[in-house]
């Protein structure tokens, strides 16, 4: 029975790992979404980086949670997607939409090797750096698609 509840879990792993890299090769790129340069109202600018701030926050906790043991590396980078998409919707040019990017794959990677170092430990399943892993290739995508415009 306990080999059964493991094998189950282990399935939900793998498909929280697969929707949330599907969701990352998702995010918007500019020419899905508003054109580049396009200036956003006063009212809406001001939201936008008040959503920003607070998602920097979360994400903050997030890591320092899983640093601790206390928290998931599914939570990590949920927020840092959150970040992500939000500051690509607010940013105004393509090197700015760049930076984001390069600054999302330098955090991806710092996760990867945290999360490398504790299935070592045996402090996170094997999993988690496989998620990290397929995490941060989502970054290395989404640039290399940049870069291609």
Known sequence: ??????????????????VAVACLLRLPSRTEAEPAGATASPELAKLQQEQIATLHEALNMANQMFAAGTGSIEEANRFN?????????????LKERMGILRDGLAAAKSQEDLATQKA????????APVEAKAYRLGFEVK???????
Not at 2 to 17: H, I, M, P
Not at 120 to 127: E, V
Not at 143 to 149: F, I, P, T, Y
């Open 120 to 127: 070592k430990l045996g402090l996170a399943t094997a999993l």
């Open 143 to 149: 640039l290399a698609e940049e870069n291609v415009k």
């Open 1 to 18: 029975m306990l080999s059964t509840l493991r094998n189950t879990r282990t399935f939900a792993l793998v498909v929280l790992v697969v």
């Open 81 to 93: 997607h959150m970040l992500i998409e939000a500051q690509l919707k607010a940013a105004t040019s």
